[in-house]
Nanobody
Framework: QVQVVESGGGLVQPGGSLRLSCAASGFSLDRYAIGWSRQAPGKEREGVSCISSSEGSTYYADSVKGRFTISRDNAKNTVTVYLQMNSLKPEDTAVYYC???????????????WGQGTEVTVSS
């Protein structure tokens, strides 16, 4: 049974920072790619960032490059993935979801296990 739990969301002023955490537990999750997506009100869900398992290769959407950093701490049955978000903008306001692709170690943009999401609001 794979479980994915996000935390760290909240209200922050423009220009501020937040760090989101994703705690994923289950079988051998250290072998799989894990990513963050977000869904803003009235918009479709979009991929934000992803980190592979093997070489730690990372992917970022153009809208967050240079501002967000993804990292992971691997253990055999528990993996924690962080999304450090700096220089936040009002357009970063969204519900952020963590997800795992349990069929590949590489970032493909397609995930099969999702968390419930954590809300981020960037507003003055």
């Amino acid at each position: 049974q794979v479980q994915v739990v996000e935390s760290g969301g909240g209200l922050v002023q423009p220009g501020g920072s937040l760090r989101l955490s994703c705690a994923a537990s289950g079988f051998s999750l250290d072998r799989y790619a894990i990513g963050w997506s977000r869904q803003a009100p009235g918009k479709e869900r979009e991929g934000v960032s992803c980190i592979s398992s093997s070489e730690g290769s990372t992917y970022y959407a153009d809208s967050v490059k240079g501002r967000f950093t993804i990292s992971r701490d691997n253990a055999k049955n528990t993996v924690t993935v962080y999304l450090q978000m700096n220089s936040l903008k009002p357009e970063d306001t969204a519900v952020y979801y963590c997800a795992i692709a349990t069929y590949t170690s590489w970032c493909s943009g397609i995930y099969d296990y999702w968390g419930q999401g954590t809300e981020v609001t960037v507003s003055s």
